[in-house]
């Protein structure tokens, strides 16, 4: 399953399939991208990060993509697990403290 | 080992009141934000603290907002006069050290109800 942009908040997909959550990003001068998951009711739990100099990281069944040029990230989840089932947001920041987060996308994973 | 705290994890007050909110942050972590959740979107930088640095207040919605962290670590955001739409959940992270490529930790939050 696959989420476009900011317009789709929300993704259903069929446990075991892979999941892609998309995000569109608006400063270019971003350096630092990270990808939280949020449990209801729960703080936002970091996932994976990844830093401009870079387009491709891989985590534990996670892997961000980045490009630049269009100002687009990605979370991809392989083999999606009951467990994924959160909201996921994309946060960027511009070397200061501050990130700005995306408005998240709604992971539902179906038995 | 211990990750950010905050207390109450609920918090129900009438319009008016004045309320505290709390962050333990992660020990050892010099940097520590607040940030206000409204329902169903992400999350809106309130405040920043760094070590013994001037706090960055620039997210603070109104001058009825106020943050404190003493001794450098315990942080408290104190609403005076409530009012419903401050209603959201409130989320305090820290980070180990100061800087835009640092990791931030985010504690469960305070779900804050203004009738």
């Known amino acids: 399953g696959e989420s476009v942009g900011l317009h789709l908040p929300t993704l259903s997909v069929q446990e075991g399939d892979n999941s892609i959550i998309n995000c569109a990003y608006s400063?270019?001068?971003?350096?630092?991208f990270i990808w939280y998951k949020q449990e209801s009711g729960k703080g936002p739990q970091f996932i994976i990060d990844i830093r401009s100099n870079m387009d491709k990281r891989q985590g534990q069944r996670v892997t961000v993509l980045l490009n630049k040029t269009v100002k687009h990230l990605s979370l991809q989840i392989a083999a999606t697990q009951p467990g994924d089932s959160a909201v996921y947001f994309c946060a960027e920041n511009t070397n200061d403290y501050k990130l700005s987060f995306g408005a998240g996308t709604t992971v539902t994973v179906r038995a | 080992g211990a990750g950010v705290s905050q207390s109450p994890s609920n918090k129900v007050t009438e319009k008016g009141k004045d309320v505290e909110l709390r962050c333990d942050p992660i020990?050892?972590?010099?940097?520590l934000y607040w940030y206000r959740q409204s329902l169903g979107q992400g999350l809106e930088f309130l405040i920043y603290f760094q070590g013994n640095s001037a706090p960055d207040k620039s997210g603070l919605p109104s001058d009825r907002f106020s943050a404190e962290r003493t001794g450098g670590s315990v942080s408290t955001l104190t609403i005076q006069r409530t009012q419903q739409e401050d209603s959201a959940v409130y989320l305090c992270?820290?980070?180990?050290?100061?800087?835009?490529?640092?990791?931030?930790?985010f504690g469960p939050g305070t779900r804050l109800l203004v009738l």
């Open positions: 020990s050892g972590h010099t940097a």
């Open positions: 992270a820290s980070s180990l050290n100061a800087g835009g490529q640092e990791t931030q930790y």
């Open positions: 400063n270019s001068a971003s350096d630092y």
